[in-house]
C-alpha cells in the first residue's frame, strides 16, 4: 500500500545560531522579545516522524513568526510539509506548548497553518486555538510524552 | 482546495520498509450500534438520504484527521518526484522522467473499524463500500457471465437469508403482510439470479434454544462464578462492539455466548447446505437482509471467517432500505410483484412456512429464557408474562415467582440511555436482573437503522413503525423446541445438544479492544 | 521580563459606572477554569486544573477559603454548578466523570460519581425542580441524568445532536428546557417528548465555538458567547406571538435580535445575566471583562440595543474562564482566571 504521509522531505539548511549581544546576558536590562527570539526557540523542535527539526523541514521560518511584545501577542505560521499530513495538529502543539513552557504567561500566542497549505487547515487551527482541548491533550500522558520527544533538543551535528 | 500546488518530495533518505500512518476520511459518519442518539433513529434518517447511500461510491476513502490508520509502505529509494493536487483532490505522483502515477488512497475495511478503538461510530461509506446490494449485483453479474462463457462450475450458489424484522419493514412500505411480502421477496430475488431465499427465523430457533440453556447454565454457576450472572443478550452487533470497545472484561463476560439468528444462519448455509449441496463453504455466496447497518459489522468479524475456505459465513449484509434500492433500480414493486414460496435449508421442495416466536420485535430472548427458567427452575408452566414499564419504554422487567424459590428478574433495555443505567449497575454490583434484553436502537430491532423511514404520505415515522410492529407479529409463532426440523438438525448435522460441533457452530466469543495508546492515532 | 501588568479600569464617559477589584481569592495552584454561587449568594465554589474544588464564604468583610475538595477527580475540574437547594454541588471533570457533591453542615461529601461519558466532562447544570442534571462532554453528547429519592443518579436521556464537542449547558430557570453550545458554533435546545428527550431548537448564527450561554432572569432570553469574539442576544418567539414570527408544532422560537461586538479582542469564554438587574457581563481571553446594559428602545423586545457601561482592561493577569454575577447582592460578581485567582468585583455608580 502507498502511504500518502512525507516519506522523503525536502531537507532544509539551518541557520546559523545567532549571535548574542552582551547586554542579552545582562540580566538587569530588560530587553523585548522579537522574531528571531522566539524563532530560535521553535526551529529546534524536532519533527514528530523524522530525525530533523521543523526548522530543518523548513515547517517554520523566521518571515513566519510576528512579535509584538508591548501587545503581548507571538504569532506563528507554520507550514507542513504536505498538504495532508497527519502530523500537523501535533506539530501545531508542540509549538504551542514550547511556547507556553519558554515565553512568560502574559503573551497571548497564535499558533496557525500557513493559509492554502494544508487540506484541513480551518480544523487544525480551530482545534489548535481551542484552549481547552489543548490543556485536556496536555493531561493524556500518551501524548505529552510524544510532545515531549518533540521539544528535547537533539545534538546538532 | 488547493489546486495543482507541487511540493518536491526528496525520497534520498528512505528506508524499503517503514510503517508510518496514514489517515482515511471515513465519509459520511453515523452513528452506529448504542451510540447515543437523540431520537429513535429519526434523526439518523434524516442524516443519510437514500440518495447519499447509493452515490459516491468510490472504492477509495479520502484523507482526514478524523481516522488515523497505520499502514505499512513500500518505497523504492533514490527517486525524486513531486506529488501534484488534482482540482479533485486526488494526488498524482511526478517521477523526474515526467511520469505520473495517481496515487492510491489509504482504504479502510470493516475489519479495520472493529479492531480499532479509536471511535465506536462507524462510517456509512466503509460500510456501504464492501457490504451493499452492489457486492450483490456484481455476484449475480459474474455468475451470468460465468453461465454465457460456458463455464458453470465457477458459478456461485447464491443464497438469500431475509430476517422477519427485514420483511416487516418492507410489508409495511408496500401495505402487504409479513408472508406476502416474503413471497414477493423471494419471487424477486429468484428473477435477479438468487438460487435459495430462507427466512432467518429458522435459524432463530437456534439462538432461542441455546440462549435459554445458557441461561440454566449460568444460573446454576452462580455459586462458583459471580459473573455468570446477569446473562445479557448477544443479538444485537451494537451493543456488542460498544461493550467490546468500551467495557471491554468488565462486561464481556455477562454476554450470552449463542449466535445471533444471522450467524447461526450463517453456519447453516456455509456448513449445512453446503455439504447438501456438495460444494465448499467459498462457491456459496451467502446475503442477508436485515433491519440494521451494524450487521454489516458483526458478519465482518474475524470470528466468522473460514481460513480454510477464506470465506464469510455471511458474506454479505444488505439493509431493508437498501432492498427497496434493489426494487426501485429493477423498476419494480412489490405490490404487483408475483409470490414464491420460501425455501426450506432441507432443500426437500415443500414451501416452508411463515411462522415468528413469542416476545416483541426484537427476538423474544426474554419472553422464551423466563418461560424456559421458570419451567426448569421453578418447575412452573408460565403462559403470561408481565411487563412493567419503568422509567420509559424502552426498559421494562419481568418478575417469575414461585413459593419457596428465589424470584427471577428479566429486564428488556433497549437505546443507550438504558443500557447505560444496566451497565453501570453491573459496575456498581447493583444489578439484580439475572438476564437483560439488550438491544442498541430505541424500541429494539424492528425501529432498526437500516429500516425503510417513513417517505411522509401523511404517515408519521411513529406510525410506520406502530405498522412495522403490528405487521411482525400478525404471524403465528412456534415453540422453538417444538420444531421437528430443529430436531433434525441437532441431531443430524450437530451430533447432538451439546456436542462440541454444537457449541463451535451456535456459539462464539468476545474480544476487548485495547485503548490504543499511540500517540500518533489520539484524538484530542 | 516585565512585571504584572499595570491595572487599568476603564471609564465610559457615558455610563458613569466602573467595576472595580473588591477582593483576590488565592489558593489555587494552577488555572482556575470556573466559579459558581451557591443560590443563596453565601458561598462560592471554584474549580482548577490542580483537580480540586474550592469553596469560598464570608468572614466578617473578607471572603476566605472554606473547604478544599480533593481526591474525587484525577484530572483537571472544568467546571462546577450548585443544586437550586444548595445542598448538592456537581463538578464536571476531564476524567471523564461528574462528581456530586452534598453539603451536610459544613461539610461536603462525595456522594456519587457519575460515569459514562467517553471522555472530558465540560460542564453540568441543575434543572429548576433539582430532579434533573444535565452534563455535556468533547464526546460530542449531552446526557440527562435524574435524581431519584434515594439520591442515586439514573441516565434519563443521552443526545447527541451536536456534531463536535459541547462546552455548556444550562437550563432554563422556570422550565425544564435545556440549553446547550460548543465547538460546532451552534446552540441547541432540548425538551422532553413524549418517552424521550429530544432537541427541539437548533440556533446558527455564530462564526465560531460557542463557549457559554445564559439564560435572562425570566427565560425569554439567552445570551450567547463565541470564539468568534462577539456576544448575541437571542428573543424567544412562542407560539401564537404577536409578532407573527411562524413557529411550528407549537414550540417556540429563538431569533437573535442583538449582536454585541468590538468589546473583546480575544475569545469570551463567559457571559452571565444577572438575575437582580438588567445586567450582561463577560469575560474573555483578553483579560478583560465587560459589562453591559439595555438600552431603552421603541422596539425593545425585537431589536434591542445593549451598551457597554463597564470595562477592566486586564481584570487579571492572564485569560479570564468565568465569570458569575452573585443572586443575592447587587453589582457583586466573581470571575476566574489562568493566572490562579478568584476576583470579586463590585460594579459602582461614577462619582
Redesign the interface.
Known sequence: MVSLDNANPVVFLRRKERHVLPEEEDDDVTDKFDSREVFDLIRVINDPEHPLTLEELNVVEESNVKVDDDANAVYILFTPTIPHCSMATLIGLSIRVKLLRALPSRFKVDVKISPGTHDSEHAVNKQLADKERVAAALENSHLLEVVNQCLVRRATG | ??VN?S????????GPL?T????ARLGQER?RGP??????CL?MASQFSGALQLTDLDDFIT???EC?KP?????TPGKVGK?R?EDD?S?TEISQSGEEVK?????ITLNDCLACSGC?TSAESVLISQQSQDELYRVLHENAAHAETGDPSQEKVVVVSVSPQARASLAAKFKLSSETAGKKLTAFFKRLGVHYVFDTTFARNFSLIESCHEFIRRYQALETDKKSLPMLASACPGWICYAEK?HGSYILPYISTSKSPQQVMGSIVKDYLAQRLGKTADSVYHVTVMPCFDKKLEASRADFFSEVYQTRDVDCVITSGEVEKMLEKEGSSLTDAEEMDLDSVFLHGTPEPTYSHRGGGSGGYLEHIAIHAASVLHGHKVDDLQYKVL????FQEVTVEAEGKPPLKFAIAY????I??IV?RI?RNKCTYHFVEIMAC?SGCSNGGGQIRSGGEGESQKERLQSVEEIYKGVPVVDPFQQRQVEELYAQWLGGRDSDMAKRLLHTQYHEIEKS????T?K? | MTGARKLLVHHLKNSMQSLQEAQKLSGHTERVWCVSWNPSGTLLASCSSDKTIRIWGKEGENWVCKSVLTDAHTRTVRSVSWSPCGQYLAAASFDATTSVWSRKGGEFECLATLEGHENEVKSSSWACTGSLLATCSRDKSVWIWEVTADEEFECASVMSTHTQDVKRVKWHPTKELLASCGYDDTVRLYREESDDWECCNTLKGHSSTVWALDFNQTGNRLATCSADCSLKIWQEYEPGNAEGVNTTDNISVWKCVCTVSGFHERPIYDVSWSTLEDLLVTAGGDDSLCVYREVLTADAKNSPKFEMVARVRGAHAEDINSVVWSPSEKGLLASASDDGDVKLWKLLQEA
Open positions: 482546495m488547493p500546488r511540493r518536491n518530495l526528496n525520497k534520498q533518505v528512505s517503514r508510518i500512518s496514514s489517515q452513528f451510540r447515543p442518539r437523540s431520537s429513535p434523526a484523507p482526514s484527521q488515523i499502514v505499512q509502505i513500500d518505497r506529488i493536487v483532490g494526488y496515487l492510491k488512497k489509504a482504504k465506536i468500551t422509567r420509559n419504554q424502552d437505546g443507550f440511555r438504558n447505560q443505567n453501570q459496575k430505541p495508546t499511540s500517540a500518533l489520539i484530542w
